[in-house]
C-alpha cells in the first residue's frame, strides 16, 4: 500500500526491457538467416549445400552428411566458402565439366555420371523415342510417311531436333545426375531410346522400300 513510485517503475522495467531485447535478438537471428551470428546452429557450424534437385540445403554436419551417405546432396560448402575437412570431397563430382567434343564423342568420357553412355546415344536415343511416338501418332492419323510429315512441317521438326539436343548437350556436358521420377530411371531412359531408335530405323526402312506409310 506504502509502495513509491520508484519501487513501481524498478518492479516494471525488467518487464517493458525483456520484449524489447527478444525484438532486439529476433532481429539479428532473422539477419543471419535464421542463425546465430557466429553461423552456427546451436554449438555446430552451419552448412549450405545443393541437392540433388537443386534445392539449397543448410544444417548441421550431422545433417549433410546424412544427405551425403543418401547421395541426395550436389553441391556442398560452409557460409564463408572454404569445405572444412570433413566435407573436402563434396565438390568432386559437381565441377567436372566436358567439352563439346567430348559431349560428342562415341565414347564416353571418363568419370562421367553416365558411365559408358555416349552423348550421341543419349541425345540420338532422346530423338528417336519423340520421333517415333510423333511419326506413329501422324502417321495412324494422317496415312503420310515420315517424309511427308517432314515435308509439312520442316521448321518444326528442325526446332524441335534442335532443342533436345542443346538440351541433353548442356546437362552432358555439367555432369549432371538425373533424379528418378517415379519408375523412370536413366537406366530405363537408355532402354527405352535404344528400343526407340531401332523402332524408328524399321520405320524408315519399311516406307523407303514400300514407298508407304506402315500404319
Not at 537443386?54 to 545433417?63: F, H, Q, V
Request: glycine content about 8%; proline content about 5%; overall charge negative.
Amino acid at each position: 500500500a506504502n509502495m513509491s513510485a520508484f519501487t513501481v517503475t524498478a518492479s516494471l522495467a525488467p518487464r517493458v526491457a525483456a520484449p524489447a531485447s527478444t525484438t532486439a535478438r529476433r532481429a539479428v537471428v532473422a539477419k543471419a538467416g535464421g542463425f546465430t551470428p557466429d553461423k552456427t546452429v546451436g554449438q555446430e557450424p552451419v552448412v549450405f549445400f545443393t541437392d540433388k534437385n537443386g534445392e539449397a540445403k543448410r544444417g548441421t554436419e550431422a545433417e549433410y552428411v546424412a544427405a551425403r551417405e543418401a547421395d541426395e546432396t550436389y553441391r556442398a560448402s560452409t557460409v564463408t566458402g572454404v569445405l572444412p575437412a570433413w566435407a573436402a570431397g563434396a565438390t568432386a563430382d559437381s565441377t567436372i565439366n566436358y567439352t563439346i567434343q567430348q559431349a560428342f564423342a562415341f565414347s564416353a568420357p571418363e568419370g562421367h555420371v553416365r558411365g559408358t553412355v555416349s552423348g550421341p546415344e543419349l541425345m540420338n536415343g532422346r530423338l528417336a523415342m519423340v520421333a517415333f511416338v510423333a511419326a506413329a501418332g501422324a502417321e495412324i492419323a494422317s496415312g503420310e510417311t515420315v517424309a511427308q510429315q517432314f515435308a509439312d512441317a520442316p521448321a518444326a521438326v528442325i526446332l524441335t531436333i534442335s532443342m533436345i539436343i542443346f538440351g541433353s548437350l548442356i546437362s552432358y556436358q555439367a555432369n549432371t545426375e538425373p533424379s528418378p521420377v517415379g519408375p523412370f530411371t536413366k537406366e530405363k531412359e537408355l532402354l527405352n531410346g535404344r528400343a526407340a531408335m531401332v523402332g524408328m530405323a524399321c520405320l524408315l526402312g519399311f516406307e523407303a522400300v514400300k514407298h508407304t506409310a506402315l500404319l
